[in-house]
């Protein structure tokens, strides 16, 4: 599988579970806007085969590398980001995982049962929508939320986008985050206020902001039938570093108030 049609099928899949994240572009191509993706992000467990060194392998074949690691303490995750080394206009991929050992007993025991399917090892293909666990039950669920809001995410998302993001800086007739948003409210788009509705500053190179994640139907193992949150679509807009570059990195403070765009609401 070569590049283009990875991000082709992903996106694909993407939509049908994010279809604000299709209603937005169209709002933007509308204004005459070329949508550039910025980046993807993806989801896993620490799990051998499943964990980052692997992500690390499969992304290599489509010719990414790591180029940073972040850690983010109080949501239990650390996180890559890949690029195409030489290539800043190939999107980054920025794939992270939940350490399990730093959860209660409890959670942990869920996701060992909600996880015991595995088998193998992940592959490109599996992040166009893979579900390779045993569903849990509601209260599974919700006990796995109380511990970790990815963990429940994951154990009823499995392996998919979790999120695209628009490319600011490539837009002609917005020129901020700012003005990005004013649209969406605008258009009634509801938007991830942790930490209000701007994550970062000039001085970090890099101003996000994201939309709340839509809402699908689950069905449970117990047979419940319940709302949960799927993806959402984010905004970057990156500014010049010292010598006079873009910065391609990520801001561990932006990136843990944009994980919660998949909290419950």
């Known amino acids: ?53 692997r992500a690390t392998e499969l992304l290599a074949a489509i010719g990414y590398e790591s180029f940073d690691h972040y850690t983010f303490l109080d949501k239990h995750l650390r996180a890559t980001a890949y690029c195409v080394s030489g290539d800043p206009s190939v999107p980054k991929i920025f794939f992270s995982e939940l350490i399990r050992s730093e959860l209660d007993a409890d959670a942990q025991a869920i996701i060992c049962e909600v996880t015991s399917s595995l088998k193998g090892e992940l592959t490109l293909s599996d992040l166009k929508g893979y579900y390779p666990f045993h569903k849990p039950t509601l209260k599974q669920y ?50 991830n206020e942790a930490g209000g509705h701007i994550k970062g500053t000039p001085a970090d190179l890099l101003i996000q902001a994201s939309t709340i994640a839509d809402q699908i139907s689950f069905e449970f193992s117990d047979g419940i039938v319940s709302s949960i949150p799927s993806c959402f679509y984010e905004f970057a807009y990156r500014l010049a570093d010292s010598n006079g570059e873009l910065f391609q990195g990520f801001v561990p403070n932006n990136a843990n108030a944009i994980f919660e765009s998949t909290y419950r609401r």
């Open 142 to 191: 919700q006990t796995l939320v109380e511990a970790s809001e990815y963990a429940g995410w994951l154990s009823t998302m499995g392996y998919q986008a979790n999120h695209f993001t628009i490319n600011v800086n490539a837009l002609q007739t917005l020129g901020s985050v700012e003005e990005v948003i004013e649209l969406l409210l605008e258009h009634r788009y509801q938007l």
């Open 1 to 53: 599988m070569n590049r283009t049609d990875f991000f082709a099928e992903i996106w694909n899949q993407y939509i049908q579970m994010t279809p604000q994240a299709k209603r937005i572009q169209a709002l933007f191509r509308a204004r005459g806007e070329n949508v550039v993706n910025d980046h993807v992000a993806f989801r896993t467990f620490d799990i051998e085969g499943f964990d980052l060194d």
